[in-house]
């Protein structure tokens, strides 16, 4: 995969900001699509505030929820009742009490392990796309919520890992994680994150200000590897912006 020619960074004030920016992308996705429509979630402390949002009255019934489906970029292969379960926590903030219960597509974790449970959730996304194979000009999800970690990995494609040179393959296993929490992962693939109409990273708190910088200059890391077919979007608050992009 190649660095994104179709990325802009947009900036605003804080985290707050970020939310509000980021819910109202998820909306303009949604009204784009009359039909049948699919968002790709992910997880971390990062879309808390975006799921608390999309769940209140100001963003609530602006979705419309019978259509759209959703389903989530990576997931730690722990229980749906451990805390670090990434799709447990958008079920608690939201999904539970809006989406219909057939339109939430979790990964499993309840399989033998991370390989089978990679396996099960291919299947399911082949079964939604009605394809074995994605056509980039029919893009699997309409969105793709992203973050972006420490060490420039995101969802779980770690640097220097064999699942970041996947390229046939839409969910893999990770049989260890590089950064906390040390548990297996199971993530979707470069190919299948890319399928989508729009692919947006949230991105705040100077404590991401180094990384991002990295990955924005074009050094070789998941998060600048990753590659939509349409639009890629950065939203950045102002701690996280890199010098080089500050008065642009």
């Not at 309840?110 to 390989?115: C, R």
């Not at 299947?123 to 699997?140: I, T």
């Not at 420490?150 to 049989?175: I, K, M, N, Q």
């Not at 910088?213 to 939509?228: F, K």
Request: hydrophobic letters at 40%.
């Amino acid at each position: 995969m190649t660095r994104n020619d179709n990325r802009h960074v947009i900036t605003v004030a804080d985290p707050a900001a970020l939310a509000t920016a980021a819910a109202e992308r998820v909306i303009a996705r949604l009204d784009a699509n009359p039909g049948r429509a699919a968002i790709c979630l992910t997880g971390g402390s990062s879309p808390k505030a975006l799921y608390q949002l999309l769940a209140s009255d100001t963003y609530r019934n602006r979705i419309p929820w019978d259509r759209v489906h959703w389903f989530i970029g990576d997931e730690r292969f722990v229980p749906t009742t451990d805390p670090l379960n990434n799709m447990a926590m958008a079920r608690r903030i939201f999904l539970d009490a809006c989406a219909p219960a057939a339109n939430i597509h979790p990964i499993p974790t309840d399989l033998a392990g991370p390989d089978q449970s990679a396996r099960a959730f291919e299947n399911e996304l082949k079964s939604y796309y009605g394809a074995g194979v994605l056509n980039p000009a029919r893009p699997l999800f309409d969105l793709v919520l992203m973050g972006v970690g420490p060490d420039g990995h995101t969802a779980s494609l770690f640097p220097g890992y064999p699942a970041t040179e996947e390229t046939e393959r839409w969910v893999v296993g990770v049989p260890e994680a590089h950064v906390e929490p040390f548990v297996p992962r199971v993530t979707l693939t470069f190919p299948a994150l890319g399928s989508c109409r729009e692919m947006l990273f949230e991105v705040a708190g100077a404590d991401k200000r180094a990384i991002l910088t990295r990955v924005l200059e074009g050094e070789n890391l998941p998060a600048g590897r990753v590659s939509s077919t349409g639009e890629t979007i950065w939203l950045v608050d102002e701690a996280a912006l890199p010098e080089t992009y500050r008065g642009r």
